[in-house]
């Protein structure tokens, strides 16, 4: 029997990492288990520091996957992420391993454990569709996505010309609705996710402290070895995706003028603590997600007991526990 996949998820500074490396050296049975990276930005070699990133030395002998597979100048893509992460989980499956999936992603988690599929493109279709805007107006495109699939229409608005032309891209491609590539909470494997959560403050404090130690440990320095020759450094510089990561955008933008590094120590700090609201925000909105709290001083037993419950089916079902919204808004 295929063991259920584990998917560790919630805001950033929780300590999934080493929950993640506790579990999977806990589930380890005739196979070791594997784990399965899903954040975005610990796909690019050389984002070590800023992505907080498992060395290899600290990985316990544990296989990864899904780490250092772009290069920085590469955009991510989330449709090529779930191919190849999936036959990840496939293999590791053939091997009779326990996945542990670890990371903060949303999109990425929810691409790789649940229903979404992601419909092609066409060039000439997508072309017609944005001469038409220019030409008939973003408001004449948007009425016709209100007649062939109004729940898309209700959620894009008027006013957003580029998801307007992707929506009516897919209907003309697929003949369905958008609406009906969208993802649905519904797991492709048996899975059980377990969220970390922890007060704000408390939260604050460690991301407080996190930033404090990458920039010990080296941050700008790597950011440096990454930037391109322009922006005094050595590297070929950082893609559209990468140069957003939290940690590096701030840096470059120092490296450019716009600041001060003291303003870019500040911005890292109240970006990651925004970041870990909007991941709490997308992780919180699933009724699947069990629970705990990151501080727990019993985090690996009470992990441990999710686990044991969704291996012999008495999970209780979702929505009939208390979900924990302590970062509020």
């Known amino acids: 029997m295929v063991p259920v996949i584990v998917a560790v998820v919630g805001p950033t500074a929780t300590g999934k990492s080493d929950l993640a490396?506790?579990?999977?050296?806990?589930?380890?049975?005739?196979?070791?288990?594997?784990?399965?990276?899903?954040?975005?930005?610990?796909?690019?070699?050389?984002?070590?520091?800023?992505?907080?990133?498992?060395?290899?030395a600290e990985r316990r002998g544990i296989v990864h996957h899904q780490l250092d597979v772009l290069d920085p100048q590469q955009d991510a893509s989330v449709a090529r992420y779930q191919t190849e992460a999936r036959a990840d989980l496939d293999?590791?499956?053939?091997?009779g391993a326990r996945a542990v999936v670890v990371g903060g992603s949303g999109l990425y988690l929810r691409a790789l454990l649940d229903h979404l599929d992601f419909p092609g493109t066409d060039p000439a279709v997508r072309a017609a569709l944005e001469e038409?805007?220019?030409?008939?107006?973003?408001?004449?495109?948007?009425?016709e996505l209100e007649r062939l699939d109004p729940a898309a229409a209700a959620s894009i608005g008027p006013s957003n010309t580029r998801r307007i032309v992707r929506a009516l891209e897919v209907i003309e491609l697929t003949g369905l609705p958008y609406t009906a590539n969208l993802p649905r909470q519904e797991y492709v494997r048996p899975t059980v996710q377990?969220?970390?959560?922890?007060?704000?403050?408390?939260?604050?404090?460690?991301?407080?402290?996190?930033?404090?130690?990458?920039?010990?440990?080296?941050l700008v320095e790597e950011v440096r070895g990454l930037a391109a020759p322009a922006q005094g450094g050595s590297g070929a510089g950082l893609g559209v995706t990468a140069a957003r990561a939290v940690g590096y955008a701030e840096v470059l933008r120092w490296f450019a003028g716009e600041t001060t590094e003291a303003e870019a120590r500040t911005a890292?700090?109240?970006?990651?603590?925004?970041?870990?609201?909007?991941?709490?925000?997308?992780?919180?909105?699933?009724?699947?997600?069990?629970?705990?709290?990151?501080?727990?001083?019993?985090?690996?037993?009470?992990?441990l007991a999710v686990v044991r419950a969704a291996d012999a089916g008495t999970l209780a079902a979702p929505g009939s526990e208390p979900v924990r919204r302590s970062l509020g808004s």
């Open 91 to 95: 293999a590791a499956a053939e091997r």
């Open 132 to 143: 038409r805007a220019e030409r008939e107006g973003r408001r004449t495109l948007h009425a």
């Open 194 to 218: 377990i969220g970390l959560d922890c007060d704000r403050a408390t939260l604050d404090a460690r991301v407080e402290s996190r930033v404090e130690r990458m920039w010990d440990a080296g």
């Open 21 to 56: 490396l506790d579990l999977a050296e806990a589930l380890s049975g005739a196979a070791a288990a594997e784990i399965v990276n899903a954040d975005a930005f610990q796909l690019y070699r050389g984002m070590d520091i800023g992505t907080a990133k498992v060395p290899p």
């Open 268 to 303: 890292v700090v109240a970006n990651t603590r925004r970041l870990a609201r909007k991941q709490m925000g997308w992780f919180g909105r699933d009724p699947r997600v069990r629970w705990l709290d990151a501080g727990s001083g019993h985090l690996l037993d009470e992990a």
